[in-house]
């Protein structure tokens, strides 16, 4: 399933973080395994639906999401893909706290998200990647010619490339290489989104608020709207190019 599995996720690996490292060396050990549900927050998987088999102990998940967790879920992957402990001795010792949500209500859904990822700080930008005008805006620059990847959650580039990019295309809907300028090469053609905030603000007049800290953006209601939600027409592009007074009535 690969990245998939985290679609409704706010950012992908926080690479680095000391928290995923405290994770990674806790698995090394019998004993710390053991103890793993007691230091770690564990998982939150929403699901359409779910079936118990009790004969079997099995619970089996339909339409599944990991909603909380990915931080964690990853460091198990990298301590095993390392081989800084087996598989074997993992799901031998290891036990891991799971909340199994099954709800077809969408908007209950995106305030667990919300409200559950707290484990790492969360950067603003995040909490709005899944918000309909990011996923428009994605489309649109994938459409372009040469196509551009507009990259919504931290680190989403690096991640979705990593291991060959073999998970890309199944979340994207394009193969990493359309968005590269040489198919072999790992950098590509991304524009993030508080790049595309700051060059949008300062273009349509706003350069004041484009010039402060850019958690602003995404922080601040009245300029994500600014940035992200509202588009200047012919008559504001008249009015000011006359005005002398920029501040003028510039929002109206």
Do not use: C
């Not at 551009?148 to 979340?171: C, H, I, M, Y």
């Not at 700051?198 to 273009?203: D, M």
């Not at 504001?236 to 510039?250: E, G, I, P, T, V």
């Amino acid at each position: 399933i690969g990245w998939k599995l985290f679609d409704l996720n706010l950012r992908y690996e926080v690479r680095n973080s000391s928290i995923n490292g405290e994770i990674v060396g806790s698995l090394k050990h019998q004993k710390s395994r053991r103890q793993f549900h007691h230091y770690n927050n564990g998982l939150i998987i929403v699901a359409k639906r779910y079936k118990v088999n009790e004969q079997e102990e099995k619970i089996r998940i339909f339409g599944g999401q990991i909603v909380n967790g990915l931080q964690t879920v990853k460091s198990i992957y990298n301590a095993v893909v390392t081989k800084e402990v087996s598989l074997e001795d993992i799901e031998k010792d290891g036990v891991i706290q799971i909340k199994l949500i099954s709800t077809p209500d969408a908007d209950f859904v995106s305030r667990i998200v919300r409200s559950t990822n707290n484990q790492n700080p969360m950067a603003p930008r995040n909490l709005r990647s899944n918000n309909r005008e990011q996923q428009v805006l994605r489309k649109g620059f994938a459409l372009l010619d040469p196509k551009w990847f507009n990259q919504l959650k931290e680190g989403e580039w690096d991640s979705l490339t990593g291991e060959s990019a073999r998970f890309f295309e199944q979340v994207v809907g394009y193969k990493a290489s359309a968005f590269r300028p040489e198919p072999t090469r790992k950098s590509g053609r991304v524009i993030d989104n508080q790049d595309a905030a700051k060059a949008w603000l300062a273009f349509i007049g706003f350069a004041d608020a484009s010039g402060d800290r850019v958690t602003h953006y995404f922080a601040d209601d009245k300029v994500y709207e600014q940035a992200f939600g509202s588009r200047p027409n012919t008559q504001y592009w008249r009015d000011f190019a006359k005005s002398l007074d920029w501040d003028k009535q510039r929002e109206a």
